[in-house]
């Protein structure tokens, strides 16, 4: 499945990569004249992108309101509204298309990636994975479409992660405390490692 990142914010941007992870399109929010982004044209602008990729699933940055920075100054109430606003902005041409979408924390997905807090780190990250996408990631003010970008792999690698099956499911295989009805199976199933088993399973009566 195709992976759309959205690294958001006013100069925030974002990217697809295909369902083999390359770099397809990334791009900065498009701005509207007073210089807040503009969530009709995004809309346009993805709903254009993503038509030839088959099914998209989107992996949004979480972000909340800045606590203390340097100096001890935390962000005014009128920055974070201004914020709230332009991420709604964003979330919004995200859910008029209809994708499903989760979130990611920053020091999840930069740890994950082997990235800083430094921009530069993600730019440097984006072009050594990506080097066929080298005219979407020329500029310095591109490490935007960059962490993006890192969002999309970290939320790709994450998704296929989560479909992994890490138990044996079904009847019971293995001795175990779990009960087993007959037909209606309570079912135990031990990991690979040998591990205990999670807990019961209750698997659907046959011919239902």
Do not use: Y
């Not at 809309?43 to 001890?72: C, D, N, Q, W």
């Not at 606003?85 to 298309?97: S, T």
């Not at 998704?159 to 199976?185: L, V």
């Amino acid at each position: 499945m195709a992976h759309l990142g959205i690294d958001p914010g006013k100069n925030g941007a974002w990217a697809l990569l295909d369902d083999a992870g390359r770099l397809v399109d990334a791009d900065h929010f498009p701005l509207d004249a007073t210089g807040e982004i503009d969530a009709a044209a995004l809309h346009g602008r993805l709903s254009a992108v993503i038509a030839g990729v088959g099914p998209v699933r989107v992996t949004v940055e979480k972000v909340g309101s800045m606590g203390a920075s340097k100096g001890g100054r935390k962000q005014g109430v009128q920055g974070m509204f201004n914020f709230g606003r332009r991420l709604g902005a964003a979330l919004a041409a995200v859910d008029i298309l209809g994708l499903p979408r989760d979130e990611v924390a920053p020091d999840v997905w930069k740890r994950a990636c082997g990235v800083s807090s430094d921009k530069g780190t993600s730019l440097g990250a984006a072009r050594s994975l990506w080097p066929d996408a080298a005219h979407l990631l020329s500029r310095v003010k591109d490490e935007a479409r960059a962490e993006a970008a890192l969002i999309a792999r970290h939320g790709m690698r994450a998704g296929t992660a989560k479909k992994s099956p890490r138990m044996r499911r079904g009847p019971c295989a293995f001795p175990c405390a779990h009960a087993c009805a007959r037909r209606q199976h309570l079912a135990c199933a031990r990991r690979p490692d040998g591990g205990l088993p999670d807990g019961p399973r209750l698997l659907p009566r046959e011919g239902r």
